[in-house]
């Protein structure tokens, strides 16, 4: 099918400490996966993406891992920091353009 | 420069009337895209445009909903006979090419409630 499955719905971690979430989906077509960030209230902003030709992507304390044998990718971020705190959402494209969500972490990051 | 932005940003309507919502997308940006993302949701894809063609409509939930780009710009999504289902935030994203490999940027959204 075309869902994504993302996990945990909420993560709670001490500021410093590290976060992953995890994203699983089933199209084997799915090509392009973007992370996004909202914030409450605001748009969905891009903070990460990688395409299907590549396992890991690095962008300062934000990490993507694609392991496209298991269809699963995966957002770390490190040294998380009080302004992390939001919903996070993992996405794919497939056969089209469109991106399909996955069902948002709400991660809290505690002084 | 400028983002995607979406107007109004709130709008209230009684059951049963109809709505139009507008996006500017970035300007050149050949494809636009409509969202629907309810509370605590994610969003959910609703149609798309490359350019003034609506080359998926496949989210649309009823025939009640409608999507325009007559000049390959400006977008309007209008719902016709508003139900309380229909409550939501409506967002629009635009992208640089018609590949399903680009960055889709987001507008602010525009929160629908039907009471």
């Known amino acids: 099918g075309e869902n994504v499955e993302q996990h945990p719905s909420t993560l709670s971690v001490q500021e410093g400490d590290s976060a992953v979430i995890k994203c699983t989906y089933s199209d084997s077509a799915s090509n392009y996966f973007p992370w996004y960030k909202q914030e409450l209230g605001k748009r969905p902003q891009l903070i990460i993406d990688?395409?299907?030709?590549?396992g890991e992507k690095k962008d300062q304390r934000i990490a993507v891992t694609l392991n496209k044998t298991a269809k699963h990718f995966s957002l770390h971020i490190t040294e998380t920091q009080p302004e992390d705190s939001a919903v996070y959402f993992c996405?794919?494209?497939?056969?089209?353009?469109?991106?399909?969500f996955g069902t948002g972490t709400q991660l809290k990051v505690e002084l | 420069g400028a983002g995607v932005s979406q107007s109004p940003r709130y709008k209230v309507a009684k059951r049963g009337q109809d709505v139009a919502l507008r996006c500017d997308p970035i300007?050149?940006?050949?494809?636009l895209f409509w969202y629907q993302q309810a509370l605590g949701q994610g969003p959910e894809f609703l149609t798309y445009?490359?350019?003034?063609?609506?080359?998926?409509k496949s989210g649309l939930p009823s025939d009640r909903f409608f999507a325009e780009r007559p000049e390959g710009s400006v977008s309007t999504l209008k719902i016709q006979r508003t139900q309380q289902e229909d409550s939501a935030v409506y967002l629009c994203?635009?992208?640089?090419?018609?590949?399903?490999?680009?960055?889709?940027?987001f507008g602010p959204g525009t929160r629908l409630t039907v009471t």
């Open positions: 445009f490359q350019n003034e063609a609506q080359l998926d």
């Open positions: 994203a635009s992208s640089l090419e018609a590949l399903a490999l680009y960055e889709q940027y």
């Open positions: 990688i395409r299907s030709n590549v």
């Open positions: 300007s050149g940006h050949v494809s």
């Open positions: 996405a794919r494209t497939g056969g089209g353009n469109k991106l399909t």
